[in-house]
């Protein structure tokens, strides 16, 4: 069974601070994505990634970088955390276009 | 560009009751077509998917959707609810060709089932 692991449940972070989100693929998958998550806005892309060192803007990349080195893990990069930012973060990956996407648990990030 | 449309924020049911959560979707070009639910602090599963051939798709537990292009809709129904099956309920939309998979999602059914 597929499993994409996030590293942190839960995360405080000060505004200003910068802030890694890790997620790691354990199935040999291409793509990976991250989404966030917010109540009554449903799940919006803020960046994927296709293949080791390509990425691609979602829909709000704003704020927001990544980073695929190795094929199993993206990273999620929030340069200087604000308090907009807070947010539930869930991980993605796929094996090729259009099957179904596995998801991490989330990392609730809290910014202060 | 895709988006998704998703008509009930919130879903009151009692047990055994049918229950059906709406989904409109609008899209320039062909789509596959996804639920996935999402249980209290957990992250997503798949439900049910439409990518082609028969416009009705159904999951493992009961629930089933019917694609009507007409329409643009993807509606999810379920006969007869259980407790269980509490949770928030997300619409999805994939464009195919170089898309690489990214779904674009309404913005979330919560399905309460009150005994």
């Known amino acids: 069974d597929v499993k994409v692991t996030q590293s942190s449940r839960y995360l405080v972070k000060r505004t200003g601070e910068k802030v890694f989100l890790e997620c790691v693929q354990d199935?040999?998958?291409?793509?990976m994505f991250w989404y966030r998550q917010d109540p009554g806005l449903g799940l919006r892309l803020i960046y994927f990634s296709y293949d080791v060192k390509m990425k691609e803007k979602g829909d709000i990349p704003e704020g927001y970088s990544v980073s695929r080195e190795k094929k199993e893990r993206f990273s999620l990069i929030l340069e200087s955390a604000s308090t907009n930012q807070t947010s539930m973060y869930l991980c993605a990956s796929s094996l090729l276009g259009n099957s179904p996407l596995h998801f991490g648990n989330g990392t609730r990030l809290t910014v202060t | 560009a895709q988006s998704v449309t998703q008509l009930d924020s919130q879903v009151p049911v009692f047990e055994e009751a049918p229950v059906e959560l709406r989904c409109n979707y609008s899209?320039?070009?062909?789509?596959?077509l996804f639920w996935y639910v999402q249980y209290p602090n957990q992250g997503l599963q798949l439900l049910l998917k439409?990518?082609?051939?028969?416009?009705l798709v159904e999951s493992i537990n009961g629930f089933e959707a019917e694609f009507n292009k007409s329409q643009t809709s993807f509606h999810l129904r379920k006969p007869s609810v259980h407790i269980s099956d509490t949770a928030e309920y997300f619409c999805?939309?994939?464009?195919?060709?170089?898309?690489?998979?990214?779904?674009?999602f309404g913005q979330g059914t919560i399905l309460t089932v009150h005994p």
């Open positions: 999805a939309v994939s464009a195919g060709g170089t898309s690489y998979g990214k779904l674009t």
């Open positions: 899209s320039s070009v062909s789509v596959y």
């Open positions: 199935m040999d998958h291409e793509n």
């Open positions: 439409y990518l082609s051939g028969s416009t």
